[in-house]
């Protein structure tokens, strides 16, 4: 697939790998960066996200 695609197909690529293992593939790539700036958000990485899943991650391992 094309650019509309990369979502899924980096999905369909990654579980030839992790066969008998619970995975989940998160695509972040939309809200990782902006070129933008605004009141709340400077021009560059977001981190859109890391904070949540820190925090689910480390609930997941019972830290």
């Given at each position: 697939?094309?650019?509309?695609?990369?979502?899924?197909?980096g999905?369909?690529?990654?579980?030839?790998?992790?066969?008998?293992?619970?995975?989940?593939?998160?695509?972040?790539a939309?809200?990782a960066?902006?070129?933008?700036?605004?009141?709340?958000?400077?021009?560059?990485?977001?981190?859109?996200?890391?904070?949540?899943?820190?925090?689910?991650?480390?609930?997941?391992?019972?830290?």
């Amino acid at each position: 697939g094309g650019r509309g695609a990369g979502s899924i197909a980096g999905g369909w690529f990654l579980r030839e790998f992790v066969e008998g293992y619970p995975w989940v593939h998160l695509d972040i790539a939309g809200t990782a960066y902006t070129d933008g700036e605004g009141p709340h958000q400077a021009k560059g990485p977001t981190a859109v996200g890391v904070r949540l899943f820190t925090e689910f991650i480390l609930k997941r391992a019972g830290a």
